[in-house]
């Protein structure tokens, strides 16, 4: 079935690799509806040869797509979301405000995408830390159990968007911090990743925990800890994990080799291990450094990176757009 297709939120960094992920993956697209803010009307956005003009939300809304991807905060997803539903449209909504409500399901296709139903019409797509975590991780889980973990995350600028780049290529000239962050980020890390809540966790942090129990298991022990880098592009996490069954680590590897979406990066002697500027561009999620935590029964330590607004964002987003129509059109 050919489809017609609306990205809300069609500028910006988000917007931007949306459109690059549409043009590589195989959604068939009829009509192609992008919509932003008003200073970006009557503008044209390209997608796959093709010129189409950005146009109002109400616009769009009446024109009742197939399938809208909301990508522009959880203020206007919580506003219009219901909206596209109500005319019969599939929202899969980029922003956390449908990502912990109990009547919507939050989806990694790799993970727990036998979950979506033909009657689910907002899907909630992940946090970029949680969804590359628990694509590395899921196999694993079915397989020994995860009892707990113990995450650090080391997490671009560019999860922060364009203000966040911008910020960190204007330090790196010479120019006084802009007050994107509390503190410099270039030449510095900051342990700060959204805002703090009473308990001293941070947003980020809440996120993985919260959304990690959704998607996988409620029952696992969580402890996280999310930290900003200046690196331009790309999430890295440390995940220590403990395991309620005895593995063996070739056995692991194994697993990883055959896992949906994970690339096994894990020669360490020869200096090959995932990196960031590696999974720049790239779909997969690159899992590495794999090495048992003797401290403990059954531990093990694994490496994960993925390009946070590739399959943290726009590639996942639209892998549930192919899992509908491949389920259900």
Not at 52 to 81: H, R, V
Not at 239 to 258: G, S
Not at 277 to 298: P, Q
């Amino acid at each position: 079935k050919q489809m017609t297709i609306a990205l809300i939120g069609a500028t910006g960094l988000d917007g931007s690799t949306f459109i690059k992920v549409l043009e590589e993956r195989n959604l068939p697209i009829s009509d192609f509806i992008p919509v932003a803010s008003s200073r970006s009307l009557g503008k044209e956005i390209e997608l796959k040869g093709q010129k189409y003009k950005i146009k109002t939300i109400e616009d769009c809304l009446e024109a009742k797509p197939d399938i809208a991807f909301f990508s522009a905060g959880s203020e206007l997803s919580l506003q219009w979301a219901p909206k596209f539903a109500e005319v019969g449209t599939t929202v899969i909504d980029n922003s956390s405000a449908w990502r912990m409500d109990s009547d919507k399901k939050l989806i990694v296709p790799e993970v727990n995408g036998s979950q979506l139903g033909a009657d689910d019409k907002i899907i909630a797509n992940p946090n970029c830390s949680t969804i590359q975590m628990v694509v590395a991780i899921a196999p694993i889980h079915r397989q020994y159990g995860v009892k707990r973990l113990v995450i650090s995350t080391y997490q671009s600028v560019s999860g922060t968007g364009q203000k966040g780049l911008d910020t960190l290529m204007q330090e790196r000239e010479g120019n006084p911090p802009s007050g994107v962050y509390p503190h410099p980020i270039d030449l510095n890390c900051l342990p700060h990743c959204g805002p703090f809540s009473e308990d001293g966790q941070t947003e980020e942090e809440r996120k993985l925990i919260n959304e990690t129990h959704k998607i996988l298991d409620p029952n696992i022990g969580i402890s996280a800890t999310a930290v900003r880098v200046p690196v331009i592009g790309g999430h890295s996490e440390s995940v220590n994990m403990e395991l309620e069954k005895t593995f063996q680590l070739e056995d692991i590897k194994a697993l990883l080799r055959n896992a949906a979406g994970v690339q096994l990066v894990d020669e360490p002697t020869k200096s090959q291990y995932p990196m960031p500027i590696d999974a720049l561009g790239k779909n997969e999620v690159l899992v590495g450094r794999l090495r048992r935590d003797t401290s403990l029964k059954n531990g093990l330590n694994i490496w994960v990176v993925a390009d946070n607004l590739r399959k943290g964002a726009a590639t996942n987003a639209v892998q549930i757009g192919e899992l509908i129509l491949s389920k259900f059109q």
